[in-house]
């Protein structure tokens, strides 16, 4: 069994190094506690944030709508707020599952065959809902795409994402691609790349694959912020390269 040890900087100072076991769940854990706490937030900008919660957010609060969230539009009805996860943390959850269905490496036929039937027929507890229910009732649109596509239109799955809105929708639920290619992030780029495909195109499929890359450097042992951006700049192409080093 692995042990933490400590590893000496410079004087006075010591890092703590994690067992794989613990980066891995430190980054499911941490990316739904971040999720919970940016989604009631998800969508205004800085000032208005501001506004509403009297500076920055560094905790849990509530529905930026209050008592009204069931019926306040733009969000209704997703209650948003007060710890609940949103479909960041559900799509993550739902690929970990497909992880554990196939026990192996994934590619955009999985995301047709296991990741579309896990969405639109196995219920699942969704908080922001409060209730049981199909997880293909909360995802957001770019997101239901993938079913549309794959399920509905036959599309083929390696291309099923073009056309799609091009946005976060795939990076946000790629991390456990990172995971799986622990302290490979080449193989974590390809292989997200490929899952991706299914549901994205264009930069919203490059950040897919940047973001699961940066996961398995992030795992690789002595890993620091500075080696994770490196591994991600060497896998980065066009305006994703060029966002990361500005």
Known sequence: MAHKTSAPLAAGTTTTTLTLDERITGALVGAAVGDALGGPVEGWTPEQIAERHGGRVTGVVGPWYGDDWRTARPIAPYHKGDGHV??????????????????????????ADHLVPDLMSRPRWIPELEAEALPLQRIFLAEKWIVTRLHYGHADPREAGSGNVVNCGAAMYMA?????????????????????????????REAAGVLAASVAAACTPGATPASVVEAALAVAKDGTRSAIES
Do not use: F, K
């Open 86 to 111: 949103t479909d960041d943390t559900l799509m993550t959850h739902a690929l970990v599952r497909v992880y554990e269905t196939v026990r192996g490496h994934l590619d955009a036929y999985s995301v």
């Open 176 to 204: 456990p691609v990172g995971l799986v290619n622990a302290a490979h992030p080449e193989a974590a780029y390809a292989e997200a790349l490929d899952v991706a495909g299914a549901h994205q195109s264009s930069y919203g």
